[in-house]
């Protein structure tokens, strides 16, 4: 396992190969890609609050993902849709600062502590090719549950400015559900190049993913694109598909805000068993259909990266 330097050639690892079969158009951004931007949306105005002056030079891009409520599979998107750009070639971290839950280390099989460098920095814990921290390294689940604003804040800063990242193409941040302290804390440490929002189709999670884009809308934070996770389960026996919830959801909201739609995840069981195991579907039957959904995602998630030509914001302000 290696992680790509500057000035370094990507190869895509055996596993890409079969991504990039099934996603032909799945690839890695590179600085060079990147022109002049076209908003996604009707921009809302940028306000980068002033704290935010923790500088991140050697990772591309910086992309929160975020649910209005729990439980809609924000982690299950994030953890899947990281390993879905690892597969394709790219070099990933997955930050888990969902403090409420934090259920990364879960679902990507590892419970240890980070060790620390002699130059005192973090160093991250790596699996299935993504490099990782969450607050589940460092405290028991329960005790972060409880945790505050202030202590929030600092933790999110130090695994932005303590943490020995290295050079990345994708920094995947897992925020706690709704809107809080976290999503706050973040935009005021790291200028972000956008968010993602995870959503299932029925109302009730839509009128929270409302919210969610008021948020960041507020905070000046491009969203880069709608998920609507349990779209539909199609019959392991028949083949039959079925949208369990309500159809499009996601999609019509998608229309309904101007912002783009990256597309669909089946319910499915192998995809809740995947997360249990530690073994994500996408690490684990990267030739899956289940897989292929997460795959057409990451790449149409590329696709809107390179069309906006989203500057990377790296400098301290
Ligand atoms: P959140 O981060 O939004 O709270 P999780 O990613 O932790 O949600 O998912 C909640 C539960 O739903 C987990 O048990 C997870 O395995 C399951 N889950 C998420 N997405 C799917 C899916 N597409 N099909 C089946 N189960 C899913």
Redesign the pocket.
């Known amino acids: 396992m290696r992680f790509l330097k500057k000035g370094d050639k990507k190869t895509p690892k055996s596993a890409s190969d079969t991504a990039a079969k099934a996603h032909p158009d799945l690839k890695v951004i590179t600085g060079s890609q990147i022109s002049g931007r076209q908003p996604q949306q009707p921009a809302a105005p940028r306000q980068q609050p002033q704290q935010q002056n923790i500088t991140l030079p050697n990772i591309k891009y910086k992309i929160a993902v975020a649910?209005g409520k729990?439980?809609?599979?924000?982690?299950?998107v994030a953890t899947n849709l990281a390993i879905s750009l690892a597969n394709a070639g790219a070099a990933v971290g997955l930050m888990d600062a969902?403090a409420y839950?934090p259920?990364i280390p879960t679902m990507m099989g590892i419970q240890e502590q980070p060790k620390t460098s002699p130059e005192r920095k973090i160093i991250p814990l790596v699996r299935h090719d993504i490099k990782l921290m969450s607050i589940g390294f460092m405290v028991p689940e329960e005790q972060a549950m409880i945790w505050r604003g202030p202590m929030l804040h600092s933790a999110i800063r130090q695994f932005l400015s303590d943490v020995d990242w290295g050079e990345l193409d994708y920094l995947i941040i897992d925020l706690p559900?709704g809107t809080g302290d976290v999503a706050l804390s973040l935009t005021q440490a790291i200028p972000l190049t956008g968010a993602l929002i995870?959503t299932t189709p029925q109302d009730v999670a839509l009128a929270d993913v409302r919210r969610g884009v008021a948020m960041f809308e507020r905070l000046g934070v491009p969203i880069l694109g709608i998920i609507e996770?349990?779209s539909y389960f199609v019959c392991p026996h028949c083949n039959e598909k079925t949208e369990i919830f309500r159809a499009d959801g996601g999609k019509n909201t998608s229309e309904r805000f101007g912002v783009t739609f990256l597309g669909q995840?089946?319910?499915?069981?192998e995809?809740?068993t995947a997360?249990?195991i530690g073994v994500p579907i996408v690490a684990g039957h990267p030739e899956s259909p289940q897989s292929g959904a997460f795959g057409a995602v990451a790449a149409e998630l590329v696709t809107v990266l390179e069309e906006s030509g989203e500057e990377d914001e790296l400098t301290i302000l």
Request: aromatic share 0%; glycine share 20%.
């Open positions: 649910s729990g439980g809609v599979g924000k982690s299950t969902d839950g259920s559900p995870v996770n349990m995840i089946p319910l499915d069981a995809v809740c997360g249990d």
